[in-house]
């Protein structure tokens, strides 16, 4: 199984890139990982909703480019459905029992992704109706896929 993960952004803090790295090993077990990044586009505050929509699409674009044309496209999205992680684990499991074993997570920039990304995406998934920075969020996703790959093995993993 491949398990791609295609974000906005560069992780510039050491903290981020050393957990980055401690879950990307972790899950060397379980599948094969590739983690993807492209520049985010600069801006300034004060945005109008077209300009943001523009910078969003800018950025889009980019991620689009590194997609493979079979995967199943997850968007990470604060309006998207919210599982536990026992639901994480079973919809992997039918997905790859289901014959899709490319599956690409994406992550936009600080704002978000543009609708373009959300219609196409096969699944819109939220961790939390709360807002996060983005760098955090792969983070967490990983941590995720980590979780929910012990949980369909029946390993133990802490609470």
Sequence with gaps: MRIAVA????????YWREAMAEYSKRLTAYCRL?????NDEGYTEGLSAAEEEKV???EWQK???LLRADTYLVALDVQGEQVPSEELAARLDKLTLGGHSDI?????GSLGLPDQAFKQAHWRLSFSRMTFPHQLMRVVLLE???RAFKISRGEPYHK
């Design 63 to 65: 991620l689009f480019r």
């Design 144 to 146: 995720q896929i980590y």
């Design 7 to 14: 974000a906005v952004g560069k992780l510039k803090e050491k």
């Design 34 to 38: 590739e983690i993807n990044e492209v």
């Design 104 to 108: 690409t997570f994406i992550i936009g």
């Design 56 to 58: 969003k699409q800018r």
